[in-house]
């Protein structure tokens, strides 16, 4: 029955039923630990043959509830959620790519994981090789090697605010037989649904959308369940886990293997765990979700068109702008909105763009985006000031460039704003 609810009910219902008596709202579980009768049920959780709560590191019934809804919501297998986004893109990762191992990804990324794909996974041993998100896919299959282990994309880039061709990227995931990891953070399920167009394994920050309210760090690994794991490349999907009496992830749990390994494994030995309390934050912001990316995209359209009319913007770059090189991407891939987050390029760059983030009233200077405030930032000088010009340049980055993230305000107010930060910025 649930798999025939719609977004908008999975969203409030999904997750968490209670029985008589019990809370109408989902509890928080703030407990490390949970209470057994027998050492038989213990050793069947230790030995993976029951998934009852053992332990708050591996699970617990509050972040459980909030898993379910989020994966029925996207339409995956199983989810695990994390302590923040940056966990969920290491642990998508390092759960099936190990040392002398080898990722693609688009070079359009999210600062921070631009930087764990530049700097830290090639510590740990694994390499990344970066393409042109607009490369055709003969490119971007010259990227692979032998040991290429997953292709790796922004379903919309972050600053960039590029578009993913999905078709094109999912055939060639396909073809060279690897998972494709989307991180879907930006149009949240609401707005795009990944696992629908080709991708195998989905991600999120849930500190952005999904919370909505700016109030919790944590991230989400969502498990298509479509990837055939038993391809030569996975072994550690595929042989036994000695730390597990030499069990095998897809003869014992299938469709679900990947996510319960990363779990079992990485989970049990890492420890990027949330807590029960902002599982139930992330549950609360999920409940309205569909609303908010609503009138997300209403505002920052609204705003977008509004900007491209200004005579102190240069440019504007907002993937629901028939102007935008995505714009038949977006009607394809985001038919119900292209989400809050716009950028666009002021008259007397980088000054006059501090100038109009200082100006801002209405609108707060904070480095963040997906509240339900609006907000600015100048990313040049702030998340993408570690990497080089050049470096910056391939993420989309110019001196000019300011990144609003539009809340769910009313119009009017947020118009206001824009127009006396403008105004005194050409002054
Ligand atoms: C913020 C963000 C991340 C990292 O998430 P944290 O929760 O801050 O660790 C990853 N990807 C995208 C697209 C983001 O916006």
């Known amino acids: 029955m649930k798999k025939n609810w719609k977004i908008e009910t999975q969203a409030i219902q999904s997750g968490y039923s209670p029985k008589a008596t019990e809370p109408r709202v989902l509890p928080i579980m703030q407990s490390t630990t949970f209470k057994y009768e027998s050492a038989d049920h213990v050793a069947q959780l230790f030995d993976l043959d029951c998934a009852d709560p053992m332990y708050t590191r591996i699970g617990n019934p509050t972040t459980s509830a909030f898993e379910a809804k989020i994966a029925e919501m996207e339409g995956g297998v199983g989810a695990l959620a994390t302590s923040s986004g940056q966990a969920a893109t290491t642990l998508s990762i390092l759960n099936i790519c190990h040392a002398g191992e080898h990722v693609v990804t688009t070079t359009t990324l999210y600062g921070g994981t631009y930087s764990l794909f530049a700097n830290t996974l090639p510590k740990l041993g694994i390499e990344v090789s970066f393409v042109d998100p607009n490369a055709s896919a003969d490119e971007i299959k010259k990227a692979f090697r032998p040991e290429t282990r997953c292709l790796f994309g922004e379903t919309i880039g972050n600053p960039g605010l590029n578009v993913l061709d999905f078709e094109k990227f999912a055939a060639v995931a396909k073809e060279m037989d690897v998972p494709l990891i989307i991180d879907n953070t930006f149009p949240t399920p609401f707005l795009c649904r990944p696992l629908e167009h080709g991708a195998n394994i989905v991600m999120h920050s849930t500190t952005k959308y999904i919370d909505g309210h700016a109030t919790s760090v944590g991230g989400v690994i969502i498990d298509g369940g479509t990837f055939n794991w038993d391809n030569g490349k996975f072994a550690t999907m595929t042989e036994p886990d000695s730390s597990y009496h030499g069990l095998k992830y897809i003869e014992k749990f299938g469709e679900m293997a990947y996510i319960v390994k990363a779990r079992v494994q990485l989970m049990r030995d890492l420890g990027a765990t949330p807590s029960p309390f902002n599982s139930f934050m992330f549950n609360l912001g999920a409940e309205t979700l569909p609303l908010r990316m609503e009138r997300h ?56 763009g501090i100038t109009f983030m200082e100006s801002c009233q209405l609108i707060a200077l904070v480095v963040h985006v997906g509240d339900a405030r609006s907000c600015v930032l100048h990313p040049g000088s702030t998340t993408h000031r570690q990497l080089s010009e050049a470096q910056q340049v391939a993420c989309g980055v110019s001196p000019d460039l300011i990144r609003l993230s539009i809340g769910i305000e009313n119009i009017d107010d947020i118009l206001a704003d824009i127009d006396q930060a403008l105004a005194a910025s050409q002054e």
């Open 297 to 352: 995209s209403q505002n920052a359209l609204a705003v977008a068109k509004h900007l491209e009319a200004h005579p102190s913007v240069s440019w504007v770059n907002y993937p629901g702008l028939e102007s935008h090189p995505s714009y038949a991407l977006t009607q394809k891939y985001l038919p119900k909105g292209a989400s809050g987050v716009l950028t666009f390029g002021i008259k007397g760059g980088r000054d006059a």
